[in-house]
């Protein structure tokens, strides 16, 4: 099968000893999502057609949890020999391939697509063998730094473990964002040695090797400190996830969504939320949930994974709804807890109503009709299904398969209908 291009070609081989997981590093979470997936939508809003995903340590974990993306394929390091040698492994699967490759690193997941593009842009326009983003920061430690001529001109890049010491004092780094021309990366890379610090391959090498073969070079520091922000560490994946929170809130609130109290607010990177929505202090809204138009949630709100909240919803203080669906106009307003229910529109929840959907073995359903009343303390022990209209007073207990039929009063433990 031919390969669309641009190609972006993702590393994502390394164990990351310094999170001391069993993990692959590159699945560890921000905001809800594995890092890789944040550079694969970077790479793919920068107009990556096909991308490639060099694996090595705990590859099996990569496969699934990249299974079925059309786009992406894969290629193994099986040893691991250096970042030059994870590009050459991609080899075999561009075999015929002409033209510009990405490669960018899975545990940068704060890349962005639009200086990526950028970058794309602008490789076409210079016609260079090699375009590096590049950026300066204040704390250069742990990256390789960028050498330039009196110029200005890119010159090569150091490692810093194998800088000098005057060297290890520029500020402008290389954080492993590149684009390549094919076919020229592949003779770079054969004539790279292992003479350095680590004994390694290093993809590095390449743009100083292009210049040596009189292919053109450029360094653009189009790339900022957050977009590099590399996550090596468990304090890192926090620093990570700090600045993708700030992102996530800030681009909802552009929509449309007020957030009250954002630093005591959490947002995952999978949620979607309506505009005029109200979210309160220390709201938790956690996995792909779906707000609708005009909802208010909060303040102590938990939305858990599967939630699904029409407009104009009501989810209070200390309430938690979980793998549910809400109609328009439902309202729990405190200190309830809704899992696996389906409830209709404009039904009303009282201070301490529960929906009990675990039996010890399995979740049932609960199913509520529209216009409803669930009195406060009240519990529904599902599977249990509650009619159109219907009312459970306040404390009554409604048993497993014992439905309250449409209109109908339902009071006590064991609930019993109430005769007009």
Sequence with gaps: MAIEGPVAIILAAGQGKRMKSERA?????????????????AARGAGAKTIIVVVGYAADQLYEALDGEPDIRFAVQAEQLGTGHAVKVCRPLLEG???????????????????LADLLDRQAHERAACLLGTAEVDDPTGFGRILRDSAGRFLRIVEERDCAAEEKAIRE?????????????????????????????????????????GRKVVALNVL??????GVNTRQHLAQAAEIMQSRIQDHWMTEGVSIVDPRNT?????????????????????????????CKLGPFAHLRPGTELADGVEVGAFVEVNRSTLGAGTVARHLAYLGDARVGENVNFGCGAVTANFDGEVKHPTTIGD?????????????????????????????KNQDVPPGAT???????RLES
């Design 173 to 213: 780094v290389n954080p492993s964002c590149y684009v390549f021309e094919l076919p020229v990366l592949w003779d770079a890379l054969e004539q790279i040695g292992t003479s350095n610090a680590q004994g390694e391959y290093y993809l590095t090498d390449a743009p100083e090797q292009l210049n040596h073969m």
């Design 97 to 115: 391939y002409e033209g510009p490759i990405l490669v960018l690193v899975g545990d940068e997941p704060l890349l962005r697509p639009e200086p």
């Design 224 to 229: 900022s400190a957050h977009d590099i922000l």
């Design 266 to 294: 959490y947002i995952d990177g999978r949620a979607v939320l309506g505009r005029d929505t109200v979210v309160r202090p220390f709201t938790v809204i956690d996995g792909a949930v779906m707000v609708g138009v005009g």
């Design 410 to 416: 339902v009071v006590g433990v064991p609930a019993r």
């Design 25 to 41: 590093k590159v699945l560890h979470e921000v905001c809800g999502r594995p890092m890789i997936s944040y550079v694969v939508d």
């Design 371 to 399: 216009d409803a009343r669930i009195g406060s303390g009240a519990v529904l022990i599902a599977p249990v299904e509650v009619g159109r209209g219907a009312v459970v007073g306040a404390g009554a207990v409604v048993t």
